[in-house]
């Protein structure tokens, strides 16, 4: 552990080296209060002498012969793996639209009908618009765009009549594109992130 230097390393040798335990065990406490020196910011932490002896062991390689105040770690200790995150393993339906897209879609799909659903159709399809154009600079038509939410919602979702998307244009090659629709589609990213909060509490509070 490069944080103590190689002084405490050779300390923690020589005392692995002592065959009285009684005098290793005083010894590796004078070490012990070094590291906690030479460490000061450990002592924010609410198990920092913890910590410490934790630290010898792995120092010695595990190979050291104490009494410790506190329960012997094992190399598995710290070598154990985290738990896998639960990722998406769902096919997407189209992957130039990207997962949250598609999420969002579900998400509007499962919306009662009417005038804020129609609103959230729009805003999906302005937003989806931007992302064809992001990465086919070819223009698109409202019906291709509208066909693709259809499509992706497996039918849930129809598209009310006299609907038109907001005309724009992208800005360069950073991707900052100006329309009526953009700011209407952050907020439904932000809808989107709220409402899967929700599912989240609900799922934890019927678990």
């Known amino acids: 552990m490069p944080e103590y230097g190689r002084n ?35 002592r924010d932490l609410s198990d920092f002498r ?3 002896w934790d630290h010898v062991y ?7 012969d104490i009494d410790s105040p506190y329960p012997v770690p094992t190399r598995e200790t710290f070598v154990t793996k985290p738990n896998p995150i639960p990722l998406e393993k769902s096919p997407l339906k189209a992957p130039h639209y990207g997962r949250n897209i598609q999420n969002m879609i579900e998400m509007v799909a499962n919306k009662e009908e009417g005038e804020a659903r129609d609103g959230m159709i729009l805003v999906l399809a302005n937003y989806m618009r931007q992302q ?23 039918g849930k979702i129809k598209i009310p009549e006299n609907m038109h998307l907001s005309t724009f244009v992208p800005q360069g090659n950073s991707g900052n594109v100006h329309n009526s629709g953009y700011s209407s589609s952050r907020n439904m990213h932000r809808n989107f992130r709220q409402g899967n909060k929700k599912k989240m509490s609900g799922q934890k509070r019927n678990g």
């Open 58 to 64: 792995i120092i010695s390689d595990f190979q050291i």
């Open 132 to 154: 064809y154009l992001i990465w086919n600079k070819d223009s698109v038509s409202d019906e291709t765009i509208f066909k693709d939410i259809v499509e992706l919602s497996n």
């Open 50 to 52: 913890h910590k410490l």
């Open 8 to 42: 405490v390393q050779k300390m923690i040798e020589r005392v692995k080296d002592i065959k009285d335990r009684d005098k290793r065990n005083e010894q590796i406490r004078a070490v012990v209060a070094v590291m906690g020196i030479l460490n000061p910011q450990l």
